[in-house]
């Protein structure tokens, strides 16, 4: 037997492994592929096909179907079809670079289907949110009730007026008053009657007794001017007397209107409180759904160190110095097409992925995804996952240009409650970033094509009738803008809102109920003025007059007077030339 | 003729264990280092060809494959401890480099602590390996193949006797 006879038979063993592997290589493959993701991730991989072509670079998958390490009832992903184009010069290297790829229908976190199930599935609710943060609109609405500038909306009775008051005690006043005034007139009309036979009597020439009738009536008229001055003293005292009423009047009259004014307010609302009130809600959901969101997108890529399981790894890979550290899978970019959930809704997909790798610590660009989302709404979403640095760095930005949130209740009924009309349209910008465990964010609401409707209003603030006053104002309210601040880390979500919905409302609602109340307070003054000016036209009809005729009558009597008085005189004279001729 | 003649006996020989206690020390030594070696790497795959292009009793070999691999993990430690060492030791770190940067290289994970240990584990394991199998197979060959060889018949006359 030669030296070499053996190697024949042996060089056909290795010939049939040879063909055996060329025959079986996309099941090789398929088996390398699978047991490499199964070995790395923990979790279960079912592929229907695989297909690999190193000389024309490409990797097609079918049905791959990878389950959650963690739960045996989930998917971690699923896709119908991955075609995939790979760099051949990497493989060298113990390399997969994707440079270029597609999916479709990729979906994460699916229920798995029955065949693929290895336990009895459970069903989970899978529209449930994470509760990240607690609603506190209950408390925000006691705490408005709390602070409320409650109105007084009780309406003033006239007859308890100042002006009502001073009218009765004038009129009184003036009624005795004018009673004396009639007296005295009937007095000086007597007077001036018996002036007149006083005159009668001084035309009566040669009268002998002129002598002695002038004597008494000297003295009778001194009584007479001194009556008729006493009665226009008292004219003129009344006059005063009048004039000071008539200001007193105007006094009780300015100091009820005030009264009525400052008696009859309307409800004011502070802004900030009524937007804590009414959006808490909502901007509690957007927060809870929000943070939701950005876990997801979180959870898209699995952190290798928390959600894999690999089963047990043999040895450490020692990292060689002076050699660049590179990752064993790096897809550089790949075309997903598939569906999720956001907001409790359904999505269809569609965008590209950059950087996900296996060893995301190695490549200088953080995994990023830019996925438009359609479906029953619209949302562009950039969410990029940075694990380059110490800490991982984690940011979401998804725009929604025209969300509608449907009907929705604001508020709370133990406070105030309202309903937004389901025409809504809300411009929404959610921009979340996480550093580490800490998260931080913002979330940019505007809303538009908004109509709000007071449903209930505690008692204590005004109850329906408030109620039915404040829809007549939140027509006005077509829009209103609210930013959120979220800060805090995963077990412990805080966030702080801010909007003008509130500022606009109480605008709004102040300005209706303020014109409601000021047309009762006008009512009132109008009352009022009504009522005074009643009074200051009776006294100055009938007392101006009443003074008047006195006036006169005392006038006219002092004329008299005076030519009796004259008369008097002139006979006196005449008498004292007589004697000094005489003489 | 005389060739194909001459290889297929030699074929049957391989399989059924006829070779010479070179062969089949050798058989063993270079099953042992494979099947020591974690199967995610490409050396034990290389060693293995090397072993059925050498003269290496391939039935020798397989069961020392298997044996070796029965027994690996349970050596981990031991020769994760090896691997390390080598893998980390100063002077050796530029071979390392050099190495690492050959194509196709990467995909023997010679830089993991657990290949690198077996490999070295087996290489140390072999010479013994291939000098004891030797020893027994000169000592107990005779009787093994004598009984490998026994004539199924013996079995069905003893029966016909009772």
Request: overall charge neutral; aromatic content about 6%.
């Amino acid at each position: 037997m030669s030296r070499w006879t053996y190697l024949p038979p042996r060089l056909v063993i290795l010939g049939l492994i040879s063909l055996a592997l060329w025959a079986s290589a996309d099941q090789i493959s398929q088996m390398i592929v699978v047991r490499s993701i199964e070995n790395r991730t923990g979790g279960k991989v079912d592929v229907a096909q695989l297909r690999c072509s190193i000389g024309n670079q490409k990797l097609y998958l079918k049905e791959l179907v990878l389950s959650d390490p963690k739960d045996a009832n989930r998917n971690l992903l699923q896709a119908d079809m991955a075609y995939l184009d790979f760099d051949a010069s990497a493989l060298w290297r113990r390399q997969l670079v994707i440079t270029d790829g597609q999916t479709s229908r990729l979906m994460f976190g699916t229920p798995r289907s029955s065949a693929q199930l290895t336990q009895p599935f459970e069903n989970k609710d899978e529209d449930s949110t994470g509760n990240w943060v607690a609603s506190a609109t209950e408390k925000h609405g006691q705490e408005w009730l709390d602070s409320l500038v409650l109105p007084n909306n009780q309406p003033n009775e006239i007859a308890e007026l100042q002006t009502a008051q001073a009218n009765q005690r004038i009129v009184a006043f003036w009624d005795q008053q004018l009673q004396q005034m009639a007296k005295n007139v009937v007095d000086i009309k007597k007077l001036a009657a018996e002036l007149n036979q006083l005159a009668a009597k001084d035309q009566s020439a040669d009268n002998p007794l002129r002598r002695r009738w002038q004597g008494a009536s000297n003295s009778r008229l001194q009584q007479m001017q001194t009556k008729n001055k006493n009665v226009a003293g008292q004219v003129e005292s009344l006059r005063k007397q009048l004039r000071n009423d008539v200001i007193a009047i105007e006094q009780a009259h300015d100091a009820d209107a005030k009264k009525i004014s400052g008696s009859m307010t309307a409800l004011e609302l502070d802004g900030e409180q009524l937007s804590d009130l009414l959006l808490e809600d909502l901007h509690a959901d957007f927060v809870n759904q929000s943070v939701e969101m950005f876990q997801w997108f979180r959870n898209v890529r699995p952190e290798i160190s928390d959600d894999f399981a690999p089963k047990s790894k043999r040895g450490v890979d020692i990292q060689i110095k002076g050699r660049f550290a590179e990752p064993t899978c790096w897809v550089k970019k790949i075309e997903i097409n598939g569906e999720g959930r956001l907001l409790g809704q359904h999505f269809d997909f569609s965008g590209n992925a950059y950087n996900l790798s296996t060893e995301p610590e190695l490549l200088d660009e953080p995994a990023t995804f830019e996925l438009h989302a359609q479906g029953k709404q619209h949302a562009a979403i950039v969410c990029k996952l940075d694990r380059t640095q110490a800490d991982p760095i984690d940011s979401v930005k998804i725009t929604f240009p025209e969300l509608n949130l449907g009907e929705r209740t604001l508020g709370h009924k133990n406070s105030m409650q309202l309903t937004l009309g389901d025409s809504n349209k809300v411009f929404a910008v959610v921009d979340l970033k996480s550093v580490g465990e800490q998260i931080s964010g913002t979330i940019k609401l505007r809303y538009s094509d908004i109509a709000l409707h007071v449903d209930s209003l505690n008692d204590f603030a005004g109850g329906r009738v408030a109620a039915l006053q404040m829809n007549a104002g939140v027509t006005a309210i077509d829009s209103f803008d609210s930013l959120i601040t979220i800060s805090g880390d995963q077990n412990k979500i805080v966030f702080e809102s801010q909007s003008d919905l509130g500022q606009r409302f109480a605008t709004a609602i102040n300005h209706s109920l303020k014109r409601r109340t000021g047309n009762a307070v006008q009512q009132q003054l109008d009352e009022l003025q009504t009522l005074k000016k009643q009074v200051v036209g009776q006294l100055q009809s009938q007392v101006e007059i009443q003074l008047e005729r006195l006036q006169q009558a005392i006038s006219s009597n002092q004329t008299r007077i005076a030519n009796l008085e004259a008369v008097t005189q002139t006979n006196t004279d005449q008498e004292l030339r007589k004697l000094r001729r005489f003489e | 003729m005389d060739a194909i003649q001459q290889s297929w006996t030699s074929f049957k020989g391989t399989v059924r264990g006829f070779d010479t206690p070179h062969q089949l020390g050798l058989g063993m030594a270079f099953g042992i280092v494979v099947g020591l070696i974690p199967k995610d790497s490409l050396l034990p795959y290389v060693i293995g060809v090397i072993a059925i292009l050498s003269t290496a009793n391939l039935l020798s070999f397989g069961i020392g494959v298997i044996v070796a691999h029965v027994i690996s993990p349970a050596l981990d430690h031991l020769t994760h401890l090896i691997g390390s060492w080598f893998l980390t030791f100063s002077p050796l770190e530029s071979v390392w480099a050099t190495l690492s940067e050959i194509p196709l290289l990467g995909w023997t994970r010679f830089n993991n602590s657990v290949v690198m240990g077996t490999l070295i584990l087996g290489a140390l394991l072999a010479v013994p390996t291939y000098t004891m199998t030797r020893m027994v197979s000169r000592s107990a060959g005779g009787r093994i193949v004598s009984w490998w060889k026994r004539p199924a018949l013996d079995s069905s006359s003893t029966t016909t006797q009772v």
